[in-house]
């Protein structure tokens, strides 16, 4: 191979970039193999099954809704692959198409089957006994028929507005009412209060855990709500609509306030997206298309519930342990178990947290130990997603009201967590906590905490760094990595972003952390380059990068002029992926792989050989161009030997030898499911439970 590296401007061709959306779509399509994958437990497959539907919902309501505004437009192409929106929404309406299919072919023809023969039923209306038909008729009646509202369609009530994704149905009727009218059409709407899955009670059900769809009892009884006339048809039909919210943030004065005056407004936003019955008749289908100004790819037709989120709580109302994943409890940090005084532990040593292996339960002691501890001064954290009952946000309130400092920047601007996070902001504001909402044009999404504290030897600063949100549930969910330290120079670090955030002034130079809108992107670009440059010189180079999305076209330039050089890359990337890796010539060094598993992968590493240094760091921060020029975010290196050797190992090394819920990219944008082959079965997410976690008792 030519040891001459072409100039980056060679990299440009759209034919090395993969459309994000299009990489969207494959990415949900391995979390529905989740689902289909037999060697996971039963009930958790249905989770993965819920997961792809919450996931294709969002994936309309903000990719989908967006590309549509490029349509509306005429915006000329989408991204660096050069696709026009026309182009893109063609391919991703035929594969989103294709992936629903497969979703509910999958539900109906392998989860339900093998769910009844672990006893746990879905009831079809046509399967119902006469004692559960009774008990149904009266359930309908009592429960049900009172929150109704049909609403038949003439002139004096047209089609009423229809709230994004909600359970609504479409009713064809024959003849007149009271009124002597007959439009033959009604829309009955499921109020949102309503379970859309109800559980049989013992004295009708053949089981426990025997259940009934919300839609199948309202088809059962629709007729009643028409009393005199023929119902002819029953369709159960959801809208998705665009959710994006539209604050002009240079035009207002206080975020809160626009803000909470624009949530309403994203229930009824675009049309977007149309599921309907897969009986319902083309005359309907083509009815509410009209109604929502939609066209034939944009409708959805399905075999079963509409909304297959909703069955997400089921898996925890039916007590099966053995189709559930085996609990666990996180494990403790060694260096905290000496130590009740968490500021001791940190100053004996920097912590490193892997979660959801390692206990959540030190950062909720760190805030809440601050908020207690009369030698803290002042605490300063940023907010971006968390619990609405969050111990945190309860710690920091007490904090202010006790007389410490307290700052919060709190993220309004967190999508669909703006309603949680007002609440939130009020909350602290009227504790006395000053509350901030980061840099207008700039989510604020880096994850920091500062605390600082009076000692002996004068005033010292920790600091918790992580690469997920302050969230304790997820953080269950998600893996990620968590950083508490008092290290001068961090810590130092620390509080100049805060600054930046809360006041006015230039960006000062930091000593270790890189800084989104401001360092972490050239920084980026120069370890990349620098690697190159090894390689080139005859050293050995290597980069290793986790990450949930690699979108950003100059940092896959870079990375495909160091594949060129010689640099081995491999990139663990678990969702959106515009890189090509295997090209000849241009990415034959590069491997890309996703794993999918029972965890979320969520932590950002990045690690460079640096001629023998091996420099590593975790960051909040995805390689998309929002993060790098539309976001704070921070990038800080683990410095301590130890725990550096920790993140290699448990966070790259780790990831690179699973081969059991591994997929791997090809230069066409597919990926392929690895095989063990004749080595040993390996696991990642179930080899690091058992390293990290609690011993079972």
Same mark, same amino acid.
């Given at each position: 191979m030519s040891t001459e590296t072409p100039s980056i401007a060679d990299f440009t061709s759209a034919e090395y970039y993969i459309n994000r959306e299009l990489s969207l779509l494959q990415f949900n399509s391995r979390v529905l193999e989740q689902a289909a994958d037999s060697s996971n437990p039963l009930l958790e497959r249905l989770k993965f099954l819920c997961i792809v539907s919450s996931n294709m919902d969002e994936f309309f309501e903000v990719r989908v809704a967006a590309l549509k505004e490029q349509i509306k437009y005429d915006a000329p192409v989408t991204g660096p692959e050069g696709l026009t929106p026309h182009q893109a929404y063609s391919l991703i309406s035929e594969q989103a198409h294709r992936l629903v299919d497969r979703q509910y072919l999958l539900f109906n023809d392998v989860l339900l089957p093998a769910l009844a023969d672990e006893n746990i039923r879905f009831v079809r209306r046509t399967h119902w006994s006469e004692a559960q038909s009774a008990w149904i008729k009266n359930f309908f009646h009592r429960e049900l028929e009172p929150v109704l509202t049909p609403i038949g369609l003439d002139p004096a009530h047209p089609f009423p507005r229809i709230l994004n994704k909600s359970l609504n149905f479409i009713v064809e009727l024959e003849g007149k009412d009271a009124f002597g009218r007959n439009s033959g059409t009604a829309v009955v709407q499921a109020p949102r209060s309503l379970p859309r899955v109800i559980r049989l009670p013992r004295e009708v059900a053949e089981g426990e855990n025997d259940f009934v769809f919300l839609s199948s009892i309202l088809h059962a009884h629709v007729g009643e709500l028409f009393t005199g006339m023929q119902v002819r048809g029953c369709y159960q039909f959801r809208v998705t609509r665009n959710s994006d919210l539209f604050v002009d943030e240079e035009e207002i004065t206080n975020l809160r306030i626009a803000l909470q005056g624009e949530l309403p407004h994203r229930n009824y936003g675009d049309a977007v997206r149309l599921e309907v019955a897969d009986n319902c008749s083309n005359e309907m289908a083509d009815f509410l298309l009209e109604q929502f100004g939609l066209t034939h790819n944009d409708l959805y037709r399905v075999?079963?519930?509409?909304? +297959? #989120?909703?069955?997400?709580?089921?898996?925890?109302?039916?007590?099966?342990?053995? @189709?559930?994943?085996?609990?666990?409890? &996180?494990?403790?940090?060694?260096?905290?178990?000496k130590y009740s005084d968490i500021f001791l532990a940190i100053r004996k040593s920097d912590i490193l947290l892997h979660h959801p292996y390692q206990s959540f339960t030190p950062v909720i002691d760190f805030i809440q130990q601050a908020a207690e501890d009369p030698q803290v001064l002042a605490i300063r954290q940023t907010v971006y997603r968390t619990s609405s009952d969050s111990a945190l946000m309860q710690a920091l309130i007490t904090a202010a009201q006790s007389g410490k400092e307290v700052t919060v920047v709190v993220e309004l601007l967190a999508r669909f967590d703006e309603e949680a996070n007002i609440n939130w902001a009020k909350r602290l504001e009227d504790a006395g906590a000053h509350v901030v909402y980061g840099v207008v044009g700039h989510k604020t999404h880096a994850k920091m905490? +500062? #605390?600082?504290?009076?000692?002996?030897?004068?005033?010292?600063?920790?600091?918790? @760094?992580?690469?997920?949100?302050?969230? &304790?549930?997820?953080?269950?969910?998600?893996?990620?990595?968590?950083?508490?330290?008092?290290?001068?120079?961090?810590?130092?670090?620390?509080?100049?972003?805060?600054?930046?955030?809360?006041?006015?002034?230039?960006?000062?130079k930091l000593n270790h952390l890189w800084q989104s809108p401001f360092t972490l992107h050239p920084n980026l670009i120069k370890a990349i380059r620098q690697e190159a440059d090894n390689a080139r010189n005859g050293k050995k180079a290597s980069i290793v990068a986790k990450m949930n999305s690699l979108l950003e076209p100059e940092i896959i330039r870079a990375l495909y002029e160091a594949s060129c050089a010689g640099v081995k890359i491999e990139l663990i990337v678990r969702g959106l992926c515009a890189l090509r890796p295997g090209i000849p010539g241009v990415s034959e060094n590069i491997r890309v792989r996703s794993i999918v598993g029972r965890f979320l992968e969520h932590s950002r590493i990045f690690y460079f050989f640096s001629d023998g240094a091996e420099r590593v760091y975790l960051s909040s921060a995805d390689w998309m161009s929002r993060n790098f020029f539309r976001r704070i975010e921070s990038c800080f290196p683990v410095l301590n030997l130890k725990l550096k050797k920790r993140v290699i190992r448990e966070g790259l090394r780790a990831c690179l030898r699973d081969k059991s819920q591994a997929w791997e990219m090809r230069s066409d944008g597919s990926y392929i499911k690895l095989k063990a082959g004749r080595s040993r079965h390996y696991s990642m997410q179930a080899a690091l439970l058992e390293d990290l976690a609690a011993p079972s008792k």
């Open positions: 075999h079963g519930p509409v909304n +297959l #989120v909703r069955l997400m709580q089921v898996p925890d109302w039916v007590a099966r342990p053995d @189709l559930k994943f085996k609990p666990f409890t &996180p494990g403790l940090v060694e260096e905290l178990s905490a +500062l #605390v600082v504290r009076r000692e002996e030897n004068g005033i010292r600063r920790y600091v918790h @760094l992580g690469t997920g949100n302050y969230h &304790p549930r997820t953080a269950r969910l998600y893996t990620d990595f968590g950083l508490l330290s008092c290290n001068d120079e961090l810590a130092a670090d620390v509080s100049e972003i805060f600054l930046q955030l809360t006041g006015l002034g230039k960006a000062g």
